[in-house]
């Protein structure tokens, strides 16, 4: 069964070979004077016919049953994502990670699978990495062995070549579905129960600030975008991103992104560049993708003094990690405050935090909602007003356990019933919720 299984890998590791060599040849064989004056539909059905004049060719001893194969496989090298076409036209694949020329797995459902996909040699893969790379308008080579990017069809790509990468270059692509996941969505697939997503509509239309924490994967843009569906549209919102991802329908939306620096190492925009200057832009609320350095004390500030509603997320492993994680980020910024000035200046500023997890089976659960109300005596205090408890895993691979209420009321129901919105109590009642089936945002 092994010698099988190498015999297979193999076999489809010559197939991209000699993809390679026909691609090769083909650009030999293109006359670009001529290919100036095509239109790009002409070029394609020119280089189609190119590709299957070369596969046709007794040389090449190609069998009759795979020269449609390669003709297209060629295609996909010059327009497409080569080996990877198949993976990033499938819906169900939410991450494709490339670990060198013979490994690719990928995600499904949050849990990651090998795959029977090879390039011809790490070459063949620095050669499709510096492709995608290009078209997104950035570099990657020994000078600058990491890059991250932003494709054509929304997809985040990381790459890292190298001398930096011990094992040959790997690709990190992370997929954006067309249709962004919704809270109608999430409530069904049980990522949060009806009356937790209830509550956090009501937060956003109320403007409490709102930070999602969570590990890599676990869903926070997901999240952040179905949250800033419910920001009223006569606000005016600035977002913050090192590669965008936020999807925003409003009209009134100004996207920043940050740029790094050039090849002299100069012309850097950061984040916390970005968010000062988003400051003199007359925003009503400030979205930062991720924080993860100095600019949150920037957007503190900013959520101190007036930018209510404002959202950002956060890696941590749990709520009061998220809070830590800040603290150790406002000493990044160069800023020497003592740690209870720091604490304090953090839970004025922060009224929410969403933790949400990726469980060991894939899937994506929204594990606490919990409210900052204050700092004493050295510590925060923290409610949490939903959680989820876990039971253990049934035999079909899927978590057991329950949303629940735990009976608190939150301090920030005075707040939103002052500015008009309000909550029925019983909401808070501690009980288990319910969850899963059909949702609509009943606020």
Do not use: W
Request: aromatic share 4%; hydrophobic share 40%.
């Amino acid at each position: 069964m092994v010698a099988q299984t190498q015999t297979t890998q193999e076999s489809r590791q010559a197939f991209q070979q000699l993809k390679t060599r026909l691609h090769h040849r083909m650009v030999d064989a293109i006359d670009m004077s001529k290919a100036g004056s095509l239109s790009e539909q002409e070029l394609r059905d020119q280089l189609r016919s190119l590709a299957s004049h070369l596969c046709s060719m007794d040389e090449v001893n190609l069998p009759a049953s795979d020269r449609e194969v390669m003709v297209n496989e060629i295609m996909n090298e010059i327009y497409g994502f080569g080996p990877l076409e198949s993976l990033m036209t499938d819906p169900s694949v939410t991450d494709v990670l490339v670990n060198g020329s013979n490994r690719v797995f990928v995600e499904r459902n949050g849990v990651l699978e090998p795959t029977d996909i090879h390039f011809a040699d790490d070459a063949h893969l620095l050669q499709f990495i510096q492709r995608l790379v290009g078209r997104a308008g950035r570099r990657i080579d020994e000078v600058s062995p990491m890059v991250d990017a932003k494709l054509p069809d929304g997809s985040r790509l990381n790459a890292v070549i190298p001398p930096l990468a011990l094992r040959g270059p790997t690709v990190s692509i992370r997929r954006f579905s067309a249709r962004a996941l919704l809270f109608e969505d999430m409530v069904g697939m049980r990522t949060l129960a009806p009356e937790m997503a209830d509550f956090l509509i009501m937060a956003v239309r109320g403007r409490q600030n709102v930070l999602l924490s969570g590990g890599t994967g676990a869903g926070k843009t997901t999240m952040l975008n179905n949250l800033s569906r419910f920001i009223p549209i006569s606000e005016r919102v600035v977002t913050i991103e090192e590669t965008a991802e936020l999807q925003l329908q409003q009209s009134d939306v100004v996207a920043l992104e940050t740029r790094l620096p050039n090849i002299e190492g100069k012309g850097a925009v950061t984040q916390r560049d970005l968010l000062r200057n988003s400051l003199r832009m007359r925003p009503d609320r400030i979205i930062v993708g991720e924080s993860r350095g100095g600019e949150v004390l920037d957007m503190l500030q900013a959520m101190n003094t007036g930018h209510d509603g404002s959202m950002s997320t956060i890696h941590a492993n749990d709520t009061r990690d998220a809070l830590s994680r800040m603290e150790l980020m406002i000493a990044l910024s160069g800023v020497e405050l003592p740690t209870a000035v720091s604490r304090q200046y953090i839970s004025s500023a922060i009224q929410f935090i969403v933790h949400i997890a990726r469980l060991s089976t894939g899937e994506r659960k929204v594990m606490r909602i919990s409210e900052v109300c204050g700092y004493k005596d050295g510590a925060y205090q923290i409610e949490d007003v939903f959680v989820f408890r876990m039971m253990g895993i049934s035999s079909d691979g899927r978590v057991q356990g329950a949303f629940y209420a735990t009976g608190y009321e939150p301090q920030a129901l005075k707040r939103l019933a002052a500015a008009g919105l309000e909550l029925p109590h019983h909401l808070f009642a501690p009980r288990e919720l319910s969850s899963g089936g059909e949702y609509k945002p009943s606020i």
